[in-house]
């Protein structure tokens, strides 16, 4: 198939055409989650940005296996080797065990996304169910020579490597910044830059989780699960690696050196990272006890569909500058939206079901034209017979669409092509047809049904009716349930309906 996409290359920092392993496939794989804390905000923007990128690979006709891994175990509060253990912190905080810990926050992670329209990848794995494929790649890093055991833990020799810093212009001093001054150094490692790949119960004694291995009971190092898992499901060749900026250094460094020691060869071609979402005072983290979350954001009653397009409203290489301000207008800008095609729905007569219908069957028309590099325009045309959309008008804003995300993930041209089929003169049909196909890689619900809006109560009516229902329960009280009933007809005969549940009488106009 016809390579249509884009992508900055981390590896590279450049632009390059992305040309996968396999015509028509990808491998994707996404650094998960360590599951000991809710999400923050900052790091789901990360997620975000790697669903749309998914979804353009998917919209442009590509077959799409992603992998991500939940890191329930071995993941140091400092992301080179030292400090507390990050689940164990989240147990001791919540008193409750290790994996209690890991079930609650990966189902919170889980629901998170759903509330950000994030597809959940086609494989999602804890690094506690592949203990013995870390070891067995440990095993063979040690054959090779690439590995040494010191203070009973195994490490990773750096100096076996022709090159270590392999993300390009960064210099040893930039590195360093990442490590923190107030930690001990590891007296173990031969080499700064070494990294541990298996503990032993000689580095924490309350290690909840410990496995046997030939080097003694202990647990895995960070980097090596990503390594690991990612393996397990995609094979010895990656497409594109995920994550987010601070996973470049020492995570992503240290996953290519363990990967390509252990391969004997190149691992991944294109490494994909979304930059950090700041406030005013720089980046925000848990780190730092900012804890943002998805939550947080509902409790001051915003949608997460407004923190998903403020995300897509700007470019995933480009820091991102959060503030309740800036929600606001882009609540306004989706509210807008939303009207217009709402309206346009009314016009065509077509609710979300029916227009998705007709969506699905035009879109598979045209990824299996793209897949197969077969005749557009004939693909299309079968596809809408009968119906009022535009096969030209439809296969040129689709053209569009892909040039502009498909263009490094360019989601704010994205969302402008939105505009654009909105202030075109196509028909109300061709509109629709034509979001729904992009709200599939955009996933901002811009064409769902939604409840009308409930008319204002009127608050002199309220008064009476909330009088009235007190009065019902002194009635009540008083076992006088002739005057109770009367007052529920009462209330009837003026329109409103009311209900005894266990948190008290509640009403409705009917
Ligand atoms: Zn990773």
């Known amino acids: 198939m016809e390579n249509k996409i884009q992508l900055f290359n981390t590896l590279t920092r450049k632009t390059e055409k992305f040309i996968p392993n396999e015509d028509g496939k990808v491998a994707?794989?996404?650094?998960?989650?360590?599951?000991?804390?809710?999400a923050h905000i900052g790091n789901l923007r990360s997620y975000?940005?790697?669903?749309?990128?998914e979804k353009t690979l998917r919209y442009?006709?590509?077959?799409?296996?992603?992998?991500?891994?939940?890191t329930d175990v071995g993941h140091l509060s400092s992301d080179a080797d030292t400090g507390e253990d990050k689940m164990l912190k989240g147990a001791k905080r919540e008193h409750k065990t290790v994996m209690e810990i890991a079930k609650f926050y990966t189902d919170a992670f889980k629901t998170d996304c759903e509330k950000l329209n994030i597809k959940w990848p086609d494989v999602v794995e804890p690094a506690t169910n592949c203990i013995s494929e870390f070891i067995h790649m440990i095993e063979v890093l040690l054959e090779k020579g690439y590995a040494y055991k010191a203070g009973e833990n195994i490490y990773f020799d750096t100096?076996?490597?022709?090159?270590?810093?392999?993300?390009?212009?960064?210099?040893?001093?930039?590195?360093?910044?990442?490590?923190?001054?107030?930690?001990?150094?590891?007296?173990?490692?031969?080499?700064?830059?070494?990294?541990?790949?298996?503990?032993?119960?000689?580095?924490?004694?309350?290690?909840?989780l410990k496995w046997d291995s030939p080097w003694g009971v202990g647990y895995p190092g960070w980097h090596i699960e990503c390594s690991c898992i990612s393996m397990k499901h995609l094979g010895e060749y990656m497409d594109i690696h995920c994550g987010g900026i601070d996973n470049m250094f020492p995570h992503h460094t240290n996953e290519i050196a363990q990967s390509e020691s252990y391969l004997g060869h190149k691992w991944v071609n294109y490494w994909f990272h979304v930059h950090h979402l700041n406030?005013?005072?720089?980046?925000?983290?848990?780190?730092?006890?900012?804890?943002?979350?998805?939550?947080?954001?509902?409790?001051?009653?915003?949608?997460?569909?407004?923190?998903?397009?403020?995300?897509?409203?700007?470019?995933?290489?480009?820091?991102?500058?959060?503030?309740y301000d800036v929600l606001d207008n882009v609540k306004n800008g989706y509210d807008k939206l939303i009207k217009k095609i709402d309206s346009l729905k009314t016009e065509a007569g077509l609710d979300?079901?029916?227009?998705?219908?007709?969506?699905l069957k035009i879109e598979k028309a045209r990824k299996t034209a793209e897949r197969?590099?077969?005749?557009?325009?004939?693909?299309?045309?079968?596809?809408?017979?009968?119906?009022?959309?535009?096969a030209t008008a439809y296969i040129d804003f689709s053209d569009k669409f892909l040039a502009a995300v498909g263009n490094d993930i360019n989601t704010s041209s994205g969302i402008t092509v939105v505009y654009d089929v909105l202030g075109s003169n196509l028909n109300a049909v061709t509109k629709l047809v034509l979001i729904d196909a992009f709200d599939q890689v955009l996933s901002l619900n811009l064409t769902v049904d939604r409840p009308?809006?409930?008319?204002?109560?009127?608050?002199?009516?309220?008064?009476?009716?909330?009088?009235?229902?007190?009065?019902?329960?002194?009635?009540?009280?008083?076992?006088?349930?002739a005057k109770a009933d009367a007052i529920r007809e009462e209330l009837l005969n003026k329109g409103v309906a009311i209900k005894d549940t266990r948190e008290g009488t509640v009403w409705e106009l009917v």
């Open 60 to 70: 442009a006709g590509y077959d799409v296996k992603r992998v991500m891994n939940i």
């Open 159 to 208: 100096s076996k490597l022709k090159e270590y810093y392999v993300f390009g212009n960064q210099s040893e001093e930039e590195l360093l910044v990442g490590v923190r001054d107030d930690v001990e150094e590891d007296t173990n490692k031969r080499n700064k830059n070494d990294f541990v790949l298996w503990f032993t119960k000689s580095k924490f004694e309350d290690q909840a």
């Open 352 to 359: 979300h079901k029916a227009l998705s219908e007709l969506s």
């Open 279 to 323: 406030d005013r005072n720089g980046k925000m983290s848990k780190s730092k006890g900012d804890i943002l979350t998805v939550s947080t954001l509902e409790g001051k009653g915003i949608d997460p569909m407004i923190y998903r397009l403020f995300c897509l409203q700007s470019h995933y290489r480009k820091p991102l500058e959060f503030s």
């Open 48 to 53: 975000i940005m790697e669903d749309v990128l």
């Open 372 to 390: 197969y590099s077969k005749d557009m325009n004939e693909s299309i045309a079968k596809a809408v017979k009968g119906t009022e959309v535009d």
């Open 28 to 38: 994707m794989y996404t650094c998960g989650p360590t599951v000991y804390h809710f």
């Open 452 to 481: 009308e809006p409930k008319a204002a109560v009127d608050p002199e009516l309220e008064a009476f009716v909330l009088s009235k229902i007190e009065e019902r329960k002194e009635a009540k009280k008083n076992k006088d349930f």
